[in-house]
């Protein structure tokens, strides 16, 4: 059993920057991959990047590539998301997630935290 707690949301003019920060519960932290989707209103969950449980992988969504940086701490439980160069596009609800396998489809993530709220506005 895995739980997770996002922090970090908050208000940011575009251009601006915010890091997310998802803590964990739990022994089995790295045994699982980790990501981050969002979630805007009227719109699907949004895969946006994972990690691999070592960190020695990732993988980004198109969207967020260049200007997202997942990482993560074994030693403290945590998966991190630096956000650079925000846009409004990029307001949303960012959720963190685990896996024991590698995809990018919701229904692959088995432990979800509540999720932080990212609002891009001037």
């Known amino acids: 059993q895995v739980q997770l707690v996002e922090s970090g949301g908050g208000l940011v003019q575009p251009g601006g920057s915010l890091r997310l920060s998802c803590a964990a519960s739990?022994?089995?932290?790295?045994?699982?991959?980790m990501a981050w989707f969002r979630q805007a209103p009227g719109k699907e969950r949004e895969f946006i990047t994972k990690?691999?449980?070592?960190?020695?992988?990732?993988a980004y969504a198109d969207s967020v590539k260049g200007r997202f940086t997942i990482s993560r701490d074994n030693a403290k439980n945590t998966v991190y998301l630096q956000m650079n160069s925000l846009k409004h596009e990029d307001t949303a609800v960012y959720y963190c997630a685990a896996s024991t396998s590698w995809g990018v489809r919701a229904v692959e993530f088995d432990y979800w935290g509540q999720g932080t709220q990212v609002t891009v506005s001037s």
């Open positions: 990690i691999s449980w070592s960190g020695g992988r990732t």
């Open positions: 739990g022994r089995t932290f790295s045994s699982y991959a």
